[in-house]
């Protein structure tokens, strides 16, 4: 999908963005948040959010890292969350007349990267869009992608996904990296050289990365699996 891209807002945590489909000239806002860690940085972000969302009339999607839970089911480990915080953030999606969007994937988006009593997940990047917005992409889909290299997991939109096709998301299996073969697989895609941006060629070697997992998966430890379920049924039998 073709599109042009109008930056209307960039700083530090929010990029405003006005997106044109040069197929069908149809437009709306997008607007990419990296929120802040602090309170009083969090309520200058929200801020410019709501600043947007009174001040556009265009159908309207605003997503990325907010830096905020909204419940206390989106965060196991670490200590207990803060309500006020919860609550105005309930409020800024409120005021903006946002939904949630559904999403494919784990539910937590980020982990510490820590392990026992310091082990810490949330769910904290999220998608949220208006009515408008959710009128024109009735298809819209929004996966979390598995998190390689990173602390966090990446969001990727899809705006014309059937949702009677989607299929299961990639999953990385913890036990792989005991596999041989499988370190070798990630870090031959992950040194393939891509031409871009910076950001643009971490992306290309993530997907590189996920579809040559698949692969070697379905190559190695699908035929263990296979091995395993004709096992099963044999003892099934020696049972009987």
């Known amino acids: 999908m073709e599109v042009d891209l109008n930056v209307e807002l960039s700083n530090k945590n929010l990029m405003h963005v006005i997106v044109t489909k040069k197929s069908n000239q149809k437009v709306w806002d997008?607007?990419?948040v990296y929120g802040c860690h602090l309170r009083d940085g969090s309520g200058i972000v929200w801020n410019y959010i709501r600043h947007i969302a009174w001040s556009e009339s265009l159908p309207w999607l605003c997503m990325g890292d907010f830096n905020q839970i909204l419940g206390v089911s989106d965060k196991i480990g670490g200590l207990i969350s803060n309500q006020n915080a919860i609550t105005s953030f309930h409020e800024l999606i409120s005021d903006c007349g946002l939904v949630d969007l559904e999403f494919k994937g784990p539910?937590?988006?980020?982990?510490?990267?820590?392990?026992?009593?310091?082990?810490?997940?949330?769910?904290?990047?999220?998608?949220?869009?208006?009515?408008?917005?959710?009128?024109?992409?009735?298809?819209?889909?929004?996966?979390?992608?598995?998190?390689?290299g990173f602390d966090h997991k990446p969001l990727l939109l899809n705006t014309e996904v059937p949702l009677n096709k989607v299929g299961k998301p990639f999953k990385f299996e913890s036990f792989w990296?005991?596999?041989?073969?499988?370190?070798?697989?990630?870090?031959?895609s992950w040194n393939q050289h891509q031409n871009g941006s910076s950001m643009f060629s971490v992306c290309r070697k993530l997907k590189l990365c996920k579809e040559n997992l698949k692969v070697w998966s379905n190559q190695t430890v699908g035929v263990l699996r296979h091995k395993i379920d004709v096992t099963k049924e044999k003892l099934i039998e020696v049972q009987r």
């Open 30 to 32: 997008v607007a990419f």
């Open 107 to 148: 539910k937590f988006t980020w982990r510490n990267n820590q392990s026992g009593e310091s082990f810490i997940m949330e769910r904290i990047d999220m998608a949220f869009a208006n009515a408008k917005w959710r009128e024109m992409h009735d298809k819209a889909m929004m996966f979390v992608e598995p998190a390689i």
């Open 177 to 188: 990296v005991t596999e041989d073969g499988c370190q070798e697989v990630i870090a031959n």
